[in-house]
């Protein structure tokens, strides 16, 4: 029994926080360091950034593809890739917004960092709709974890300052490869 591991990529394997923060003019290192000091585990502190979430996430830098195409991989984004493909086939699952130079940016991402033959990926806002008993989301938002589970999937929280599990954020890529370990029963 193969496991599909869904890996989601903003706030788990790139930087898409920080990049948005930076777009807005603050200091992302900053920010962050105050977001997980004075609102660990808020969705998104509109008093620490003085704006809703909504102009927050739709800055228009977020509608070129170069914003996604340069995002910075966390730095433990290798290792935790090598880890999971030993768990099982991994599938990068990620949400377009509504302006098509994200896809065609993370599109560019995923050739630059794998090779232009690379295929394991899906597009999409759906991700519950790949749920299954041997499928596995690991995913910084709640809700998306929450939705895969309703369908029989199993979801792994990723430790980020903005979800309930901020305070593994120091080890995230440790913390999932054992919640992996406890679904899989350490078989691939
Ligand atoms: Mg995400």
Redesign the pocket.
């Not at 989601?8 to 788990?12: A, E, K, N, Q």
């Given at each position: 029994m193969t496991y599909e591991i869904y890996l989601?990529?903003?706030?788990?394997c790139v930087d898409?926080m920080g990049a948005t923060i930076d777009a807005h003019g603050f200091d992302s290192g900053t920010m962050l360091n105050k977001w997980q000091q004075e609102h660990p585990g808020s969705l998104f502190p509109e008093s620490l950034f003085g704006m809703s979430a909504e102009t927050f996430f739709t800055h228009e830098r977020l509608g070129e593809a170069e914003f996604w195409r340069d995002l910075a991989a966390y730095p433990w984004f290798e290792s935790m890739f090598d880890a999971l493909s030993r768990q099982g086939h991994v599938v990068f699952l990620?949400?377009p917004t509504d302006q098509p130079g994200c896809v065609a940016g993370k599109h560019q991402w995923l050739k630059d960092t794998f090779g232009s033959g690379f295929t394991d990926f899906i597009f999409t806002r759906h991700k519950d709709r790949l749920a299954h008993g041997n499928a596995i989301l690991v995913?910084?938002?709640y809700r998306?974890i929450e939705s895969f589970s309703h369908r029989d999937g199993h979801g792994v929280l990723?430790p980020?300052t903005w979800n309930d599990h901020h305070a593994h954020l120091e080890d995230a890529s440790g913390f999932v490869v054992q919640q992996i370990e406890h679904i899989t029963g350490g078989h691939r």
């Open positions: 989601d990529m903003d706030g788990v898409f990620t949400a995913d910084d938002l998306n990723f980020q």
